[in-house]
């Protein structure tokens, strides 16, 4: 059975939840000042958004992440670790920002394992580790981020901190195309075009680019425009200019 406090912790998160779905800021921002005040992690991540949000508070914002952050929060370490990134309410600081990523990395945070993937790869707060870049934007992948997968499939692609392997790299765009990834579809577009790390299939490149571009990726749009394939195929189509361009029409 349930305590009173965890009963009462549980009931003001659901006033501040449904005080947000009203839009009365105001009720949810004392709601959760309330729980952030009684040290609740998850209170405090909320207050800080309001700050930022609702009441236009970088610095308070970025003390609430940090409460909670040192509780333990994944969530609160990987936000305050993007704020000494930007320095929006604390002075820019990559290597606080490093140390933040990687905690919320180890707890099996995916969007602080690929963002401390990216400081390991690029050298931000540390020197450039690309074997450990790749290890770690691997463990965000198997955690769903398809930003991760698209990083891996660029580093197989060039041979960057591996070594070069069109198939793998083709693997990894491929999952974070199904994922709806507009770049990822650009690219398992272009490599069903060009051959790359599978065979040759035109169909498919037209299909993987039209998506790319349906999804607004504007390199993907520019690409099937010299396209003759695209261009034959579309030219006719009465949307089509002959060109590739897809025309808005008004009544």
Request: proline share 2%.
């Amino acid at each position: 059975m349930a305590s009173p406090v965890l009963l009462e912790v549980k009931t003001l998160h659901e006033r501040a939840r449904i005080a947000l779905e009203r839009k009365d800021l105001e009720t949810a921002f004392r709601t959760y000042e309330q729980l952030a005040n009684r040290g609740d992690a998850e209170g405090q991540c909320r207050l800080a958004e309001l700050y930022k949000t609702y009441k236009s508070d970088s610095a308070q914002s970025a003390e609430w992440f940090k409460r909670a952050a040192e509780s333990g929060s994944a969530e609160a370490q990987y936000l305050l670790a993007y704020l000494f990134r930007r320095g929006e309410g604390v002075a820019k600081d990559d290597i606080t920002a490093l140390k933040w990523f990687r905690r919320a990395a180890k707890q099996g945070h995916a969007e602080a394992e690929e963002a401390y993937a990216q400081c390991l790869e690029s050298g931000i707060g540390t020197t450039a580790d690309l074997a450990q870049a790749v290890a770690w934007y691997r463990r965000a992948a198997d955690h769903g981020s398809a930003g991760a997968l698209v990083h891996l499939g660029k580093m197989f692609y060039s041979g960057r901190g591996v070594d070069r392997d069109y198939a793998q790299a083709f693997v990894f765009y491929s999952r974070a195309a199904h994922l709806g990834d507009p770049e990822a579809q650009f690219a398992v577009g272009l490599m069903y075009y060009d051959g790359h790390g599978v065979n040759r299939d035109i169909e498919a490149a037209l299909r993987w680019l039209s998506e790319a571009s349906r999804r607004g990726y504007l390199v993907a749009r520019r690409t099937l425009m010299y396209l003759p394939e695209f261009l034959e195929r579309t030219k006719a189509l009465p949307q089509y200019n002959g060109t590739g361009v897809q025309v808005k029409r008004t009544q």
